[in-house]
């Protein structure tokens, strides 16, 4: 599970976090390991636009982008991994 953690062939969802800094996320394990992030992941964010998906590599149609720049990259990917790998 580390290995897909900021995985953006594969992601629907990205963080933009300080500085501009994404990182790239699965609404499926978001969901399913958090109950704050699966009820952002439900009715937040913004859906993304085709140059965002260029820019990203990202495939999925329904792919959401979720502003979060108060938070710094360190402390979201250390939180990241702590969902994905408990």
Known sequence: MRKIINESSRADVTFTLEGGKVLHAHRCILMVRCKT??????????????????????????????????????????????????
């Not at 952002?40 to 993304?48: A, D, K, L």
């Not at 792919?63 to 408990?86: G, N, P, R, S």
């Open 37 to 86: 992030l699966e009820e952002r992941v439900r009715h937040q964010g913004i859906n993304s636009d085709e140059r965002d998906k260029i820019r990203w590599g990202i495939n999925n149609p329904n792919h959401k982008v979720f502003e979060l720049k108060q938070y710094k990259l360190k402390a979201f990917e250390a939180l990241m991994e702590y969902i994905y790998t408990d």
